[in-house]
């Protein structure tokens, strides 16, 4: 088990309801990604925020990150849509 901050920001906050969670992961959870499809396997928004085909930006420890990123004990992870602009 490993214990985490996550952190939600833009869209995907208004669609799961919640700004931050600290949550503790099952030891074969040991990714960025495996993260994502951790808290996608709660359903609802949860997977519906989450899609594996969303476009979604992801952070680690405050550095912008990939899915295959290792995690480790106490990290923060961030999830938020691609920043567009005009």
């Given at each position: 088990?490993?214990?985490?901050?996550?952190?939600?920001?833009?869209?995907?906050?208004?669609?799961?309801?919640?700004e931050q969670e600290f949550i503790t992961i099952p030891s074969h959870v040991r990714?960025?990604?495996?993260?994502?499809?951790?808290?996608r396997e709660r359903g609802g928004v949860w997977a519906e925020a989450l899609a594996?085909?969303?476009?979604?930006?992801?952070?680690?420890?405050?550095?912008?990150?990939?899915?295959?990123?290792?995690?480790?004990?106490?990290?923060?992870?961030?999830?938020?849509?691609?920043?567009?602009?005009?």
């Amino acid at each position: 088990m490993m214990n985490l901050q996550l952190h939600f920001f833009a869209s995907v906050r208004e669609k799961i309801g919640i700004e931050q969670e600290f949550i503790t992961i099952p030891s074969h959870v040991r990714t960025v990604g495996d993260v994502r499809h951790f808290l996608r396997e709660r359903g609802g928004v949860w997977a519906e925020a989450l899609a594996e085909g969303r476009p979604l930006r992801m952070a680690y420890n405050q550095e912008m990150t990939e899915a295959d990123t290792p995690i480790a004990e106490g990290g923060e992870i961030a999830f938020f849509p691609p920043v567009t602009g005009g």
